[in-house]
């Protein structure tokens, strides 16, 4: 029995490590994307300034100037605002996905880790050794209670003050 818990502490840190891992990919992948952006925003900033260059060279007269300076000024304008626009999907995107990449990490590593605090407890009850273990059974039940209950303000007795929570939460 003591191999299979040793498997499954294993098995809980390995889901950890792989949670981070999961994480890590999400951020780089939205670190490419701000990347990719800017590359593309300097390429095309570059581009554009060499025809602002020619055609600020080669004008008919000092209206043509202004008039071209004009263009450039509101058409600056609306590139500031798509590229500010795109950067602010690509965050919120990835925030999303960072988010969701770390709630599904943390379910597989709890899962993991009450699997084995459960196993721990049946291997302390097999081997006549419950008074060694007293806080096992407990620990699975605070998880279970964390996990069904909202968050709530209690008073002093434990009652539900105000929040989401709807019921009292249990003291094992």
Request: proline fraction near 2%.
């Given at each position: 029995?003591?191999?299979?818990?040793?498997?499954?502490?294993?098995?809980?840190?390995?889901?950890g490590?792989?949670?981070f891992?999961?994480?890590?990919?999400?951020?780089?992948?939205?670190?490419?994307?701000?990347?990719?952006?800017?590359v593309?925003?300097?390429?095309?900033?570059?581009?554009?300034?060499?025809?602002?260059?020619?055609?600020?060279?080669?004008?008919?007269?000092?209206?043509?100037l202004?008039?071209?300076?004009?263009?450039?000024?509101?058409?600056?304008?609306?590139?500031?605002k798509?590229?500010?626009?795109?950067?602010?999907?690509?965050?919120?995107?990835?925030?999303?996905?960072?988010?969701?990449?770390?709630?599904?990490?943390f379910?597989?590593?709890?899962?993991?880790?009450?699997?084995?605090?459960?196993a721990?407890?049946?291997?302390?009850?097999?081997?006549?050794?419950?008074?060694?273990?007293?806080?096992?059974?407990s620990?699975?039940?605070?998880?279970?209670?964390?996990?069904?209950?909202?968050?709530?303000?209690?008073?002093?007795?434990?009652n539900?003050?105000?929040?989401?929570?709807?019921?009292?939460?249990?003291?094992?």
């Amino acid at each position: 029995m003591t191999s299979q818990i040793s498997q499954q502490l294993i098995d809980t840190q390995s889901a950890g490590i792989a949670a981070f891992g999961d994480f890590a990919q999400r951020a780089f992948e939205g670190f490419e994307k701000v990347t990719q952006l800017n590359v593309q925003a300097i390429k095309t900033s570059l581009a554009e300034r060499q025809a602002i260059v020619s055609e600020a060279l080669s004008p008919a007269s000092p209206f043509d100037l202004f008039f071209l300076q004009t263009q450039l000024t509101e058409a600056a304008a609306t590139k500031a605002k798509a590229y500010v626009t795109h950067l602010g999907e690509i965050v919120a995107q990835n925030q999303l996905e960072l988010i969701a990449t770390a709630r599904q990490g943390f379910a597989n590593y709890a899962r993991e880790f009450e699997a084995w605090i459960s196993a721990a407890g049946d291997d302390a009850q097999q081997t006549g050794a419950d008074a060694a273990y007293p806080m096992l059974p407990s620990a699975t039940a605070v998880s279970e209670t964390e996990q069904q209950t909202d968050v709530a303000i209690l008073d002093s007795t434990g009652n539900v003050v105000s929040g989401r929570g709807s019921r009292r939460r249990s003291t094992n």
